[in-house]
């Protein structure tokens, strides 16, 4: 892939079809200087241009090879706008090796625009098809700064939202430098776009537990646009970053807000659950009283899948409130949804507490329960299996177990998957 001059594409027409250059420029010029056209030492006029394509045509055998004045005088601008628009058509096709050639082509043009379309494309494509990050970050930051520079901001917008994947839990200096740029250029931007830009920085804080700029930032992306797809997931986040922050009252309110326009069971579930949470915090037994009742309505609307988590803070109210037998049923129907394997980083300390609540539930009641727990217990994949808690499971079994019970259980634990 090349950028061909005038004189270099009369050169590849005049060898392919073996025309001498005494053949082409007999009556026209002379060969000396259709070879200094040919090597670039002189430009080629449109008077010159004319003769020589009726000359080439005369000379070329077959009618339908014949060639046109544009398929020679086309400017360097114009190829790279036809390459450009190629790239782009057959993106799917691109070969991977041919990335830096590609980047060496359109480097060089003062055509910005062109350059960014090419980049933008190679770089998504690259990113979201072939998951080659290495290429589509040296693009994008590239990009990035072009079109701040040259004020292409719906194409800044695109790279920073790409940019902010690619960053997405790697080094902190990375999104401190993106963010930086980002405040400089997004009075630019529609509210939409403000609003998500700043809504995944605040996601990208509250990973690295910078929690107060989080919320800060959570608050701001919320006041941009009230209708945008991640309006109901902008005020949960932060909601949970309260949480985070040890601030019940206010997560108290934000889940209480979500309620009042929220048309979804599902996130209706996870307001609930976390107002149970937040009103144990709190002491507001009133709260919890009047919300469990609306929580449990919800969960059981609910698909079997998503109701993780609903149950474990229905149980939590309950024994808060001194129910445990209510408590001891919702902590049954949690672990009885089985190990939750979308997500268990998340959800293994809940499942484990559920047991060990159990295990003093249980100790009131009937001691043949444990079987129950055993299952659990074993439910739990070894990879995810916290040692402290199995040593402190085992010590509570060897207390309720015979010996030859302790054993198999033992047996079963060690066995291999």
């Given at each position: ?14 060898k392919k079809y073996k025309i001498t250059q005494e053949q082409l420029t007999h009556g026209i010029m002379s060969r000396s200087m259709l070879s200094h056209i040919e090597n670039n030492v002189y430009s080629l006029n449109k008077d010159f241009l004319i003769l020589l394509v009726d000359r080439l ?98 194409f800044s917008f695109l790279a920073i939202l790409s940019l902010q994947r690619i960053y997405y839990k790697t080094d902190i200096s990375l999104i401190n430098n993106l963010y930086y740029k980002t405040e400089h250029i997004i009075k630019n931007f529609n509210n939409r776009m403000k609003g998500l ?221």
């Amino acid at each position: 892939m090349e950028i061909l001059t005038p004189g270099e594409k009369i050169k590849l027409i005049r060898k392919k079809y073996k025309i001498t250059q005494e053949q082409l420029t007999h009556g026209i010029m002379s060969r000396s200087m259709l070879s200094h056209i040919e090597n670039n030492v002189y430009s080629l006029n449109k008077d010159f241009l004319i003769l020589l394509v009726d000359r080439l045509n005369n000379l070329i055998p077959n009618e339908s090879e014949k060639i046109k004045y544009s398929d020679i005088y086309i400017s360097k601008d114009e190829q790279l706008k036809n390459f450009a628009n190629d790239i782009i058509k057959n993106i799917k096709n691109i070969d991977i090796n041919k990335i830096d050639e590609i980047h060496n082509l359109f480097s060089d043009t003062n055509n910005v625009y062109q350059k960014v379309r090419v980049y933008t494309t190679i770089s998504t494509y690259l990113y979201n098809k072939r998951f080659d990050r290495t290429i589509s970050r040296k693009l994008l930051e590239e990009i990035l700064d072009l079109t701040i520079i040259h004020k292409f901001y719906s194409f800044s917008f695109l790279a920073i939202l790409s940019l902010q994947r690619i960053y997405y839990k790697t080094d902190i200096s990375l999104i401190n430098n993106l963010y930086y740029k980002t405040e400089h250029i997004i009075k630019n931007f529609n509210n939409r776009m403000k609003g998500l830009l700043i809504y995944n920085f605040a996601v990208f804080w509250e990973e690295f537990n910078d929690i107060n700029l989080a919320i800060k930032l959570h608050k701001k992306a919320l006041e941009y646009n009230k209708k945008w797809y991640l309006f109901e997931w902008g005020y949960i986040n932060l909601g949970t970053c309260y949480n985070k922050n040890k601030q019940p009252k206010e997560a108290l309110t934000v889940f209480t807000e979500i309620l009042s326009f929220t048309q979804s069971n599902v996130i209706k579930k996870q307001c609930y659950s976390n107002i149970l949470v937040n009103a144990i915090a709190l002491n507001e037994k009133t709260i919890l009283k009047i919300n469990i009742p609306k929580a449990e309505k919800i969960i059981e609307k609910l698909n079997i899948e998503d109701r993780h988590q609903g149950y474990y803070c229905l149980a939590k109210a309950y024994l808060y409130l001194e129910d445990r037998c209510s408590a001891m049923i919702n902590f049954e129907k949690e672990l009885n949804l089985g190990f939750n394997l979308r997500n268990p980083h998340f959800f293994v300390d809940k499942y484990t507490e559920c047991i060990l609540q159990l295990t003093k539930i249980y100790c009131l009641s009937e001691l043949k329960k444990f079987k129950k727990l055993e299952k659990y217990f074993l439910d739990i994949p070894f990879e995810y299996l916290d040692k402290k808690f199995a040593f402190k499971m085992l010590e509570i079994f060897s207390k309720v177990y015979s010996k030859t019970e302790l054993e198999s259980l033992l047996y079963k634990l060690n066995k291999p998957s």
